[in-house]
């Protein structure tokens, strides 16, 4: 069973806090306290990791002029074209796929389609429907959206020079059938871990975050910066 802890940022595996079960006294001190590493580790196989926390500067610096950076910024031309407002919320989701994504070295076609995931789920979804639509929709629309701009044959140089591929693939899936958006396919789906680690980050002060809701080992890396993004939002 993981165990988690904390540790001063740069230090060799020394905690600095009671190993626990419960990571929401881990999450906290993540959260408010500067220069501190996340820890876990398997009290059972002996296993162990570091998860030093990336300031919102050095994830600028590593996305800055980047594809990742050239297609979040294609996300609000999309909108305004498509007549969409843009929520605070769903633009903090955007901008942690790119962060993800950067230091995941993901493909463009899995990056589009967790940030059209995202959108449309949040553009189509009552408030108070969000959360049961991000379990039990998200894995579809953005498995859905992948396979979309594959058979659309849509290229990475596509995705960062023209908001055209995007904002045909919105309009579809906003007003294809609901029954529609829990078909997903097979296997491991990146585009579907990249949303939602994205979705679980944004969620980070909310009392049901966990850290085993998230996918990906990078994004264990972005707690700090998650709850930063919030606060200057």
């Keep these: 069973m993981w165990q988690y802890s904390i540790q001063l940022a740069g230090h060799d595996f ?3 806090i009671a190993w626990s079960t419960d990571d929401q006294m881990v999450v906290a001190q993540l959260k408010t306290t500067d ?5 876990s580790w398997n009290s059972a196989t002996d296993e162990s990791e570091i998860y030093s926390q990336l300031s919102l500067d050095e994830l600028m610096m590593r996305i800055d002029h980047t594809p990742y950076a050239k297609l979040l910024e294609k996300m609000p031309q999309v909108m305004a074209e498509s007549n969409q407002s843009m929520p605070p919320k769903l633009q903090r989701q955007w901008y942690l796929v790119g962060y993800l994504a950067s230091l995941s070295h993901q493909a463009l076609i899995n990056t589009a389609a967790a940030l059209l995931s ?9 408030p108070m429907n969000l959360a049961q ?8 629309v953005t498995d859905q959206a992948r396979c979309w701009l594959m058979a659309a044959q849509v290229t990475d140089l596509q995705l960062v020079v023209t908001s055209k591929p995007l904002k045909t693939l919105l309009q579809h899936l906003l007003t294809q059938a609901d029954e529609l958006d829990y078909c997903c396919v097979s296997g491991q789906s990146y585009g579907w871990q990249l949303a939602n680690d994205a ?4 969620q980070v002060e909310q009392p049901n975050f966990k850290l085993t809701r998230l996918e990906s080992p990078v994004a264990y890396r972005l707690i700090r910066a998650a709850y930063l993004e919030r606060v200057i939002d």
């Design 118 to 126: 995202l959108t449309v789920l949040t553009l189509k979804t009552p």
């Design 35 to 39: 220069h501190v590493d996340l820890l």
């Design 133 to 140: 639509a991000m379990a039990q929709q998200l894995r579809g």
């Design 14 to 16: 020394e905690p600095t």
């Design 199 to 202: 979705h679980w980050l944004s």
